[in-house]
């Protein structure tokens, strides 16, 4: 097996190293369990070198012999003066990196078992030629070899596949916990160019903490006239409060900040119970974000584009979190918005595709296709059911078992259909067969395989195989996979729209089903049952058995459809019991019985192998 | 029955793959190498399908299990409602901290039984495998010692659920200390 090139994200607050495995891309958790590394180094009095959170954990005790955001000084001659035990030691900027790099190549070996030599490594795109060079031998000082620098916000462009995409420009808009970087990239042939790059390096997450911390605080004092500033305690609750409260504001419209016993005075304990609505906090926080809008503003004139040439946008840092964030980019730039890869870990990813590139993993691999919507068949009351899920990987086969409708069903109908919607006609049509000479039998009976085949081309094989003589008929479809991708954004908007209307009509025929097949069952136990049935009890489920067809019939809906159903259901499962009662005592055969009382298991169980769908005879 | 053949379809996805139909006018080498390069890929795809489906598992996974503790921490809610709801009607103190001393034991069982322990951290000397400085104070404790605790830590497993949130003493403020 060829040996693995890691992508390291080299953060000015945090680290993160990915690798490619399988084809994509996967986030290597660190000996703590985290998948972000903090990029601090202490030296402790011990002479132990500690990387990471337990440096983090111990800076205070340990200020001068702690090194945070070593990044801010690559590439220049600053020097990280350490001193132990009297004697002075001198770290570069290369150095200290190492370090950090040096834990990160340690985790990541822990997580593949191997030796890891190889990496590559991302930079700002405003680092010169001797950042990069000192990056590049901060990995030399690790023992990695730097195969590659590249820029972060490139990173994150690959980790999105748009090198793969025609010729376009992307913004990249990376906000995290203590930095600001904006760049605009053109992507032509697989080749990224960096149109202009600007950014704020103290503008952060952080910021917006300090903003809530500030208010609670402020609001404290005007309630109780506690200054709680004084009090480290309790600014590292509201520290904590604070980070989680912006963290829940990204998926609430209201957050409530509750710290009891927070402090005290001479009147007794002190409790904090605040709420922050989102409104809120974007008002707080609005100031900064149109800090970060200008940065964009101002790199979009430098780059000479305008903000309608933009194709895409790609969301980096955590920050990008904040729904408002999101608001104001899309509210400037009509393009797409690029955030469904985490974004604390975008960057690495990238870089471990690059990695992947690198070490000829990608070419090894023939990158597979993926159906980008369900395929599915029509069944019974025109319910889509799916045989291959969305965003499977093909090649693939699967197949399930259907059965027909109608008694002595002649022949069923497969139509195929493609897309997100319950309802088969609300779906693409992609084709439609018939398999024909189906033995007369009772409906549920026939047992007929229908598999779908994709080949590596995407092209669709349908075949539909009667189990019991071997029939089979079939259909090939030749674009199954060839949609554009604004068909296919378009058919999982709509299905998103229509979704839950799509499942209450899709539950209601289901239960339709279901009422049918207990019609079909209690009048099956009926006429096999014959005279074992008292008069009586014969005409109270032919009663209920007309009052759910009428039920039907008025196209009634879920609630009334359920009652009736209930009611039959329950009738039924006395003749079956008295039925069975009698053949034990006549100690004769029940089968007919049980049939007829387990009816209503069977048609409820719709999502085990054997599914209960069935054809429309359409013959 | 045909459950079982169904299953031995699913595993052997390649025995119905109509790609295996010979093509006119191919040799048999050609053939074989087709044969291959379509099983390597269904391979690799069904790896990948595996992978997309562990995925989706684990985090139901991680969801049943998150349910589990929800219920373990349930009882305790619904004892803690109780005690409100006795506090409203008999407003005499002593029993209402009677019912939460009752209630925090019960808690601290929860927690026993989930192997949670806390860090010791008081007069300890300072460990950031443990313990989190929150501060740096000169004090009459010997250098390095935490002396005040802002939030208790936990190991579960001996691992570190959460560091104890810290003060760690500078050692008595005199200018030429250590050296």
């Not at chain 1, 500690?50 to 983090?56: E, F």
Request: hydrophobic share 35%; with cysteine; aromatic share 4%.
């Amino acid at each position: 097996m060829k040996e693995k090139i890691i992508g390291i994200d080299l953060g000015t607050t945090n680290s993160c190293a990915a690798v490619l495995e399988g084809g994509s891309p996967e986030i290597i958790t660190n000996a703590e369990g985290e998948r972000i590394t903090p990029s601090v180094v202490a030296f402790s009095e011990s002479g132990e070198r500690l990387v990471g959170r337990l440096a983090k954990r111990q800076a205070i005790t340990n200020p001068q012999n702690t090194i945070a955001s070593i990044k801010r000084e690559m590439g220049t001659d600053h020097r990280v003066k350490i001193t132990l035990d009297g004697k002075t030691s001198d770290y570069s900027p290369e150095q200290i990196s190492a370090m950090v790099l040096q834990k990160l190549k340690a985790d990541a070996e822990a997580h593949l078992g191997g030796k890891v030599t190889k990496a590559v490594i991302t930079v700002p795109a405003y680092f010169n030629d001797s950042q990069r060079q000192a990056t590049k031998d901060a990995g030399a000082i690790a023992g990695l070899e730097v195969t590659r620098i590249i820029n972060e916000p490139t990173a994150a462009a690959l980790a999105y596949g748009l090198d793969k995409d025609h010729e376009q420009t992307i913004l990249v808009y990376d906000l995290g916990g203590g930095t600001f970087d904006v760049s605009i990239l053109e992507i032509g042939d697989g080749v990224f160019d960096v149109l202009a790059t600007d950014g704020d390096t103290r503008l952060g997450g952080d910021d917006f903490d300090q903003r809530v911390i500030d208010w609670l605080a402020e609001e404290f004092r005007k309630d109780t006239g506690i200054d709680l500033s004084q009090d480290a305690s309790a600014m590292q609750r509201l520290k904590d409060a604070a980070e989680s409260a912006k963290k829940e504001l990204s998926s609430r419209m209201e957050t409530t900040i509750n710290l009891p016993y927070i402090t005290a005075d001479a009147s007794g304990p002190k409790h904090m119970e605040m709420k922050l609505s989102r409104a809120k906090f974007e008002a707080m926080i609005d100031d900064l974000l149109q800090r970060t809008i200008n940065v964009v503003d101002a790199t979009l004139r430098e780059s000479g584009k305008d903000s309608t040439t933009i194709d895409q946008v790609v969301l980096v840092g955590g920050s990008t979190r904040i729904p408002k964030v999101q608001e104001l980019i899309s509210s400037r730039i009509p393009g797409k918005i690029n955030r469904e890869i985490n974004p604390d870990e975008v960057v690495a990813a990238g870089a471990a595709i690059q990695g992947g590139v690198l070490a000829g993993e990608v070419d090894e691999i023939v990158l597979l296709d993926v159906t980008p919507l369900t395929l599915s068949i029509e069944t019974l009351g025109g319910i889509a059911t799916p045989l291959i899920e969305r965003n499977t990987t093909i090649p693939t086969e699967k197949s399930k078992t259907f059965t027909t409708a109608e008694d002595n069903q002649p022949a069923v109908q497969v139509h195929v259909v493609q897309g997100e919607r319950k309802m088969a006609s609300d779906n693409k049509s992609l084709g439609t067969f018939q398999l024909a000479g189906i033995p007369p039998a009772p409906r549920g009976i026939p047992q007929i395989d229908v598999t779908f085949n994709i080949d590596a081309d995407g092209i669709l094989h349908v075949t539909a195989k009667d189990k019991a003589t071997s029939k089979s008929a079939s259909i090939t479809i030749q674009d199954s996979s060839r949609l554009d991708d604004s068909e296919i954004e378009r058919m999982r908007k709509e299905a998103e729209a229509h979704a839950d209307e799509d499942k209450e009509k899709a539950e209601l025929i289901e239960v339709r089903n279901q009422a049918d097949q207990l019609i079909y069952a209690a009048e099956k136990a009926l006429s096999d049952l014959g005279e074992k049935v008292d008069s009586a009890k014969r005409s109270d489920v032919e009663d209920h058995v007309r009052q759910l067809r009428d039920k039907l019939s008025q196209d009634a809906g879920l609630d009334e459809l359920k009652a009736a159903m209930e009611n039959l259901s329950k009738v039924s499962q006395e003749i079956a019991q008295q039925a069975y009662q009698e053949t034990q005592q006549a100690s004769g055969q029940g089968e007919d019985a049980t049939t007829a009382s387990s009816t209503d298991d069977a048609a409820s169980e719709d999502d085990g192998e054997y599914i209960d769908a069935e054809y429309d005879e359409q013959a | 029955m045909s459950a079982k053949e169904k299953k031995k379809i699913k595993k052997n996805p390649e025995e119905s793959t109509s790609t295996d139909i010979p093509v006119e006018g191919t040799s048999g080498t050609e053939m074989e190498l087709r044969t291959t390069v379509d099983r390597l890929q269904r391979l690799q795809a069904e790896f990948e399908n595996y992978k997309k489906r562990a995925q989706r598992e684990s985090a139901v996974f991680a969801d049943r299990i998150e349910d589990r503790v929800i219920l373990d921490f349930l009882p305790l809610y619904d004892n803690l409602q109780r005690a409100f709801h006795a506090m409203s009607s008999n407003h005499d103190m002593d029993t209402f901290v009677a019912g939460i001393e009752q209630i925090f034991a019960q808690f601290q069982q929860v927690l026993e039984a989930k192997d949670v322990r806390p860090i010791d951290a008081i007069d300890q000397i300072f460990n950031p495998e443990w313990h989190e400085a929150m501060l740096s104070v000169p004090s009459d404790a010997a250098k390095n010692t935490v002396i005040e605790e802002f939030m208790p830590g936990y190991l579960r497993n001996e691992r570190v659920l959460r560091p104890s949130k810290v003060s760690v003493s500078q050692g008595p403020q005199s200018k030429e200390d250590s050296e």
